[in-house]
């Protein structure tokens, strides 16, 4: 079955074509235009997709090297994400569809990242623990198979890629703020500064960034405001490391608590290489599975790949193709 894959959640636009699980082309493209706003400017964000959609699709269709009749089904994104955004990718897909002929089925994004790591190990089985880590969500899920999965925990307030991202905003680095934290932090002490890492020490799967990101405001202010040079890499460098343990504690939490001894990290935080090498470091009695760092970010492939799935099990009816910007996984 050929797939083809739209994906317009956020700020990327993206498409990809997938056939019998292996993904023939992944375009993505990437909207700079919002670094100057220091955040997603959602208005900004729909216009930027309808403008690039068609020239995406096209572009995945032609590096597959496959023509538009020889696609099976649109696989679409249909939360969580922007209303808007969404609306757009949503649209296209219909009307892409109705033009061919063919099935159009909307697909869970949050849930598309963690399929994302069958595209990396397809030898990856059931069950496995997924720590989510995007810019609105911070989860850890048991998954025990496809549609079925169990949450053990989550975020009470900010995500980590918004941690990331405020960060990055209070210190003048820009956005995204996860690959420019990253880089300020290069070369930095991360012991240098100790930042709060909410419910460390408790035996609870939650999660809690919003205080960190107040205390680096309060450090910034008390500093008087600007921070560069080493002072900024050491900074930065702390306040990475303190996200990372709170991750890394409440994965290794849930893999005593579930005995479940194979996880994957998915969402674009699990592009941060620190986190990727601490986890080896510091998870043992586990093996932790990273899919590569295009995989992680926003991409289209994951949405291809886990729509064959589900269309492959039978599941391409028009009604879900409805924009839900909160949508929720089940479990
Ligand atoms: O999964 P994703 O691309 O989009 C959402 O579904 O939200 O995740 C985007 C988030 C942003 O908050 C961004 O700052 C963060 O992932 N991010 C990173 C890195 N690359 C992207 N965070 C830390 N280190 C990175 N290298
Ligand atoms: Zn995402």
């Known amino acids: 079955m050929t797939v083809l894959g739209i994906e317009t959640s956020c700020d990327e636009t993206a498409s990809a074509v997938c056939r019998d699980g292996t993904i023939l082309s992944s375009v993505i493209s990437s909207q700079t235009i919002h670094a100057e706003y220091g955040g997603v400017v959602p208005e900004i964000a729909s ?165 960190l990101k107040t205390a680096l405001l309060y450090y910034v202010r008390e500093i008087s405001g600007t921070v560069t040079g080493t002072k900024l890499s050491d900074v930065a460098a702390s306040y990475q490391q303190a996200i990372i343990d709170v991750l890394l504690s409440k994965l290794r939490q849930a893999i005593h608590q579930t005995g479940i001894q194979s996880a994957v990290i998915a969402g674009g935080v699990a592009a941060n290489k620190k986190l990727r090498q601490h986890a080896e470091v510091k998870i043992h009695d586990c093996t932790v599975l990273f899919p590569t760092s295009s995989l992680c970010t926003d991409n289209a492939a994951m949405v291809a790949f886990l729509g064959e799935k589900y269309l492959l099990r039978g599941g391409a009816t028009e009604t879900n193709l409805a924009v839900v910007p909160n949508l929720r996984l089940a479990g």
Not at 107 to 126: G, Q
Not at 171 to 198: H, M, S, T, V, W
């Open 47 to 211: 216009r930027e997709h309808e403008k690039y959609m068609t020239s995406i699709v096209e572009s995945a269709l032609e590096r597959a090297n496959i023509g538009k009749e020889t696609v099976d089904a649109i696989a679409v994104t249909r939360g969580p994400g922007l209303m808007g955004a969404l609306l757009t990718g949503v649209s296209f897909a219909k009307g892409l569809a109705q033009g061919l002929d063919i099935p159009c089925l909307g697909v869970n994004h949050i849930e598309a990242h963690i399929f994302a790591n069958f595209i990396a190990y397809p030898e990856l089985n059931y069950p496995f623990l997924c720590l989510l880590v995007s810019g609105g969500h911070t989860q850890i899920w048991e998954v025990r198979g496809l549609g079925d999965y169990k949450l053990l925990g989550e975020t009470r307030d900010d995500a980590a890629g918004e941690a990331f991202d405020k960060g990055a905003r209070i210190l003048g680095l820009g956005f995204p703020g996860g690959p420019a934290i990253e880089q300020a932090a290069y070369g930095g002490n991360e012991k240098a500064i100790e930042f709060p890492q909410a419910f460390l020490k408790s035996d609870t799967i939650e999660f809690s960034f919003s205080g």
